[in-house]
């Protein structure tokens, strides 16, 4: 006990040891939190679901059992306004002489509050990878303005598609290789459509992954505005679809895409037109974030977040009428015991001292869907983001034994990857490189949301990693299910190792920093931080 009341005294860096996190994990507690959480009953904890409404109900009384106060205000539910918008299945996509049929050549669907959207002979463009990006001298949509017209654009970045490490960042994603930043950009650029080209590798999933996501209901965070300012219809090509349109305009896909990888390609127009009649069934519906609060003792107005998103995919029903339950037991109920253990652990430490700033212990909703409610924490949160130090963010944990690394997504990003360092290196461990760098996890978590509004974050993610079977039979399927044989080690070693960063937040007077140059660092800067 006297080592922990020296640690959180003292503003070091403590070691798991020093802290004794691990040792006052509850593996019983974090195993039967886990099985509820994941349990059929919480029917895959899909957003505005009964499983919704079991899912908040439990971490609600978990977190007053603890003694934590509201995290939002008197309320420990924060309101994400989000709308369940169903793309009609049935329509067609024309370009010139083409027809192209839904699901199965292209998928298309709007974020707008728009029952009906129409593309009517819209002008077809190519423009390379859309990346705009000045801190890489690259402009795809230089010289050309494509307001009101339609643009087929590469999945990845040029770094991939050369594997040249002088590149953007060589094998490893950017955000300019992420569909969502397509699809940001298109729209700034005054498109009224975007089709990104599919292809596996540069994707990082295969074509199922895109139908699945976009042929069915999708959630959306509904602004003042009810989306007018997002792009109008958000688009997927099979690339043989994309081979077809290249080659009714006199041109070769797979040379183009070549030449795209090059500095100063030119965007160029495929002499030709795309219509589409997109009807959407809109349901506008309150899901919730989970906030609780353990306040500072001398800078309470500054904060530190740990947070794992509570959402999965729900309850499908196939063709065949078979139910799916996608329980998410991994991804992520592991991640969600994980917060509810430590914040266990911190409300007992800070009952022998107070930690000097305060700890926000968040689960948000709807992660899974395009980090929604992530994204409405970071716009609304209830300090001023500029106040908050730090997102730490818990995406799957090592449910089983435990290893010798801790894996860091990211390379050279912020000064949090310091601490990380450290944090291991107390626990005999290395750090360990993304394994999937190309896959941009980096920007696929909920810590990505707060990220854009200039705030550093660690990704504390253990998919595959641990276990070669995950990726490919279960992640996000319905074979994501508890098992009483977890050894959960690696809960264990992990939950002290986050734990020791999280202390050292909450207890110094320390800013972490952003360390390359991005619109992050640009955005903390604006901060005064």
């Not at 919730?288 to 609060?293: I, K, M, P, R, S």
């Amino acid at each position: 006990m006297l080592n922990i009341i020296n640690l959180i005294s003292g503003t070091g860096l403590a070691s798991a040891s020093e802290l004794k996190i691990e040792e006052q994990v509850n593996l019983t507690q974090y195993r039967h939190d886990v099985s509820v959480l994941a349990s059929d009953q919480f029917g895959g904890r899909g957003p505005l679901s009964a499983g919704e409404t079991l899912t908040l109900s439990y971490l609600v009384n978990a977190f007053k059992e603890m003694g934590l106060k509201p995290g939002f205000g008197d309320s420990y539910l924060q309101g994400v306004p989000l709308a369940k918008m169903t793309p009609e299945s049935k329509m067609s996509l024309n370009v010139g002489d083409l027809r192209f049929k839904n699901g199965v050549d292209f998928t298309a669907r709007t974020e707008r509050m728009d029952a009906l959207i129409k593309l009517s002979k819209s002008e077809l463009v190519f423009v390379g990878y859309g990346i705009n990006a000045p801190e890489y001298g690259w402009n795809d949509y230089e010289g050309i303005d494509v307001k009101g017209k339609t643009v087929i654009v590469l999945v990845n970045d040029p770094g991939f598609a050369t594997q040249d490490p002088q590149l953007f960042k060589g094998n490893a994603m950017t955000y300019y290789g992420r569909w969502t930043y397509k699809y940001e950009e298109a729209a700034r650029q005054g498109a009224a459509a975007a089709l990104i080209v599919h292809e596996t590798a540069p994707a990082a999933y295969g074509w199922g992954v895109v139908k699945n996501s976009n042929t069915g209901s999708k959630f959306t965070l509904v602004d003042e505005n009810n989306n007018q300012d997002k792009l109008g219809v958000l688009g997927w090509l099979q690339k043989e679809a994309a081979e077809q349109i290249f080659a009714e305009a006199g041109l070769d896909y797979n040379k183009q895409k070549v030449e795209a990888a090059k500095k100063g390609f030119k965007a160029l127009g495929l002499n030709s037109t795309v219509s589409l009649t997109l009807k959407t069934h809109i349901e506008k519906e309150t899901s919730y974030n989970v906030l609780a609060l353990l306040p500072g003792s001398e800078h309470a107005k500054e904060m530190v977040v740990l947070q794992a998103h509570w959402d999965h995919l729900g309850t499908v029903i196939d063709e065949k009428g078979k139910k799916h339950i996608y329980n998410g037991a991994v991804d992520n109920a592991s991640g969600v015991a994980g917060v509810l253990e430590l914040a266990r652990i911190f409300k007992k430490l800070s009952l022998i001292k107070p930690f000097q700033r305060s700890i926000l212990f968040a689960s948000f909703t709807a992660e899974e869907t395009g980090l929604i409610g992530a994204q409405h924490f970071s716009l609304n949160p209830p300090i001023a983001t500029k106040n908050i130090v730090a997102f730490l963010n818990i995406d799957g944990m090592n449910v089983n034994d435990e290893v010798s690394y801790i894996l860091r997504y990211g390379d050279g990003v912020s000064t949090l990857e310091t601490d990380l360092a450290l944090a291991a290196k107390s626990q005999g461990r290395t750090v360990k490189g993304d394994p999937r760098p190309e896959n941009g996890l980096l920007y696929r978590s909920d810590h990505f949301a707060l990220a854009q509004q200039g705030v550093p974050g660690l990704l504390f993610m253990s998919l595959g990693d641990t276990d070669p079977d995950y990726i490919a039979h279960k992640y996000h399927k319905d074979t994501d299910d508890f098992s009483q044989s977890w050894t959960l080690g690696g809960v264990k070693q992990d939950l002290g190792l986050i734990g020791s960063i999280l202390a050292k937040l909450a207890n110094n007077n320390d800013w972490p920093r952003w360390i390359e140059h991005s619109d992050f660092k640009k955005r903390r800067a604006e901060d005064g931080r």
